[in-house]
C-alpha cells in the first residue's frame, strides 16, 4: 500500500465517534468521504476486547440514552441497552446503603430516606436541584455561570455528609476529578442528562456504539490500520500514502491532534483513570447499581458488577468493574482489598482478568461549552475536547464539524 494517492472530496482522521458522526452525516448530504483510522476497528476510546468469552470495554463506560445526540443519532433499540439503577450504593463500614431516584423507582424511596449520608432536608435539596436541571432548559444553562461546580452545589444546600459520602465520591467518578473542579455549565448538563435518561451498556458492550455507526457509511468508506503523521490544509500523508481533499476534518484527541496539526490545534490537559476487571465466585450485591465508598477508604472510586446489568458480558459469569482515579497503578492486591471493604465480601478468590491504563480518558474542560471547529484553509477539528468531555459531546462536535463542511461547499 506505500506510496498510494487517494483523492475524495473530504477527509476524515480518526474514526472514533466524533469522525464517524460526521462522516455519517456528511455521506447523507451527499458528500465524497474517506475515513481513515490508525487502528484495526473503529472508535477511539470507545472500545471492548472479547477476552476468554468476556467483554471488557477499555475503561468502564457508559452510554447516556438521556444525551439528544444519541437519542438523534443512533438506533437504541438494536442497541439492546441494558439499564443501571437510577442510583448508586454508598459503602460505609456499617454495610451498603442504597440511593436512588424514587420517581423512577418508587420502591427505593424507603431505603433512600433511611440511608446515613445525611439529613432529609439536604437529600431533599439534591432532589430539587436534580428536578430543576431535568426541567431546565438548555438556553438556560448555557448562561449561567461557569463557577467550580463543588461551589454551586454548595450553593444549593448540598454540603455535609451528603456531600462527602455520597455526591462527591459518585461524581467524582463521572467527571473524573477528585476535587470536582469541573465547570458548572457542563457539569449541570451532564447531570441533567442523568435525571432525564437512561443511563447503561449496550447488550454487546460499548464497542456496539461505534460499530453502528461505522455500519452506517459505505463499506469502502473507512481505511483501518492507516495511520497519519501529518495533517495539511489539502491532504493528509501517512505510512501508507497522502489523501488529497477539498477538506480535512482531523477527528482525534486533543494531544493527537496537536500534534498531527503541529500545534496548530492547543492540547488540552487530560484527566486518566485505571479499571480493573475481576471475576467473582458469586454477585456481591444484587443491584444493577455503581458502588461508591463514602468512607473513602482505598484508592477505588466506583466499583460495579457489570453482569448485575448485563449478563452477555461474562456468559454464566459474574464480572466487577473497578476505577481508580489517575493513572497511578495502587497494585492489584491493593484494590482488591479495597474491594473487600467496599462490598464487605471476601475477594480472595476472585480472578483478576485485566487492567486498562486509560492516560487520556477525558480531556479537562475549559473555556466555552463549544469551541470552533473551522480552523480555515479547509482544515475543520472535532472531538470532545472542541465540546464538552462525553459521547454527547464528541458526536454533537462531529455534527457541528459536517455541518461547517456543508456550509464552506
Not at 472479547?50 to 457508559?62: A, H, T
Not at 445525611?118 to 439534591?126: D, P
Not at 489539502?234 to 505510512?239: K, L, N, P, S
Not at 474491594?339 to 486498562?356: E, P, Q
Request: proline share 8%; charged share 20%; glycine share 10%.
Amino acid at each position: 500500500m506505500a506510496g498510494v494517492a487517494t483523492e475524495t472530496d473530504i477527509v476524515v482522521v480518526g474514526a472514533g465517534l466524533a469522525g464517524l458522526t460526521a462522516a455519517r452525516v456528511l455521506v447523507e448530504a451527499g458528500r465524497e468521504v474517506v475515513v481513515v483510522e490508525a487502528d484495526e476497528a473503529p472508535g477511539g476510546r470507545v472500545r471492548t476486547d472479547r477476552v476468554q468469552g468476556l467483554l471488557l470495554d477499555r475503561g468502564f463506560q457508559v452510554l447516556n440514552a438521556g444525551y439528544p445526540a444519541v437519542r438523534d443519532l443512533l438506533d437504541l433499540d438494536a442497541l439492546d441497552l441494558r439499564p443501571f439503577l437510577p442510583g448508586a450504593l454508598v459503602s460505609d463500614e456499617t454495610g451498603l446503603h442504597l440511593l436512588a431516584d424514587p420517581v423512577r423507582e418508587p420502591g427505593t424511596l424507603r431505603a433512600t430516606l433511611r440511608a446515613p449520608v445525611g439529613s432529609l432536608a439536604r437529600k431533599m435539596m439534591l432532589g430539587a436541584y436534580a428536578a430543576a436541571l431535568a426541567a431546565a432548559p438548555a438556553k438556560t444553562l448555557r448562561e449561567r455561570d461557569d463557577r467550580p461546580f463543588r461551589v454551586r452545589l454548595a450553593d444549593y444546600g448540598i454540603t455535609g455528609p451528603l456531600y462527602d459520602r455520597f455526591v462527591l465520591p459518585f461524581l467524582s467518578g463521572v467527571f473524573l476529578d477528585p476535587e470536582l473542579t469541573v465547570p458548572s455549565r457542563f457539569a449541570e448538563f451532564v447531570v441533567r442528562s442523568f435525571a432525564r435518561g437512561t443511563i447503561g451498556v449496550p447488550a454487546a458492550g460499548m464497542r456496539a456504539v461505534p460499530d453502528q455507526l461505522a455500519a452506517s457509511l459505505p463499506t469502502d468508506a473507512i481505511r483501518y490500520s492507516y495511520p497519519i503523521r501529518e495533517v495539511h490544509p489539502g491532504r493528509v500523508t501517512g505510512e501508507f500514502g497522502t489523501v488529497t481533499a477539498r477538506h480535512v476534518v482531523v477527528a482525534v484527541d486533543g494531544p493527537a491532534a496537536h500534534a498531527l496539526s503541529g500545534g496548530r490545534i492547543p492540547a488540552p490537559r487530560t484527566r486518566g483513570c485505571l479499571t480493573y476487571y475481576h471475576l467473582a465466585d458469586f454477585p456481591p450485591v444484587a443491584e444493577a447499581a455503581i458502588v461508591v465508598d463514602g468512607a473513602r477508604r482505598g484508592p477505588v472510586v466506583n466499583s460495579v458488577v457489570l453482569t448485575n446489568t448485563a449478563p452477555e458480558y461474562a456468559p454464566g459469569g459474574t464480572l466487577v468493574s473497578s476505577t481508580v482515579l489517575g493513572t497511578e497503578d495502587p497494585g492489584e492486591p491493593a484494590v482488591r482489598a479495597h474491594l473487600a471493604a467496599m462490598y464487605h465480601r471476601d475477594t480472595t478468590s476472585w480472578l483478576h482478568v485485566r487492567t486498562y491504563r486509560v492516560p487520556e480518558a477525558l480531556p479537562v474542560h475549559t473555556g466555552p461549552l463549544r469551541k470552533p471547529v473551522a480552523l480555515g484553509d479547509g482544515v475543520y477539528v472535532c472531538g470532545d475536547h472542541r465540546d464538552t468531555p462525553s459521547i454527547q459531546g464528541a458526536m454533537v462536535s462531529g455534527r457541528r464539524a459536517a455541518a461547517a463542511v456543508r456550509a464552506a461547499r
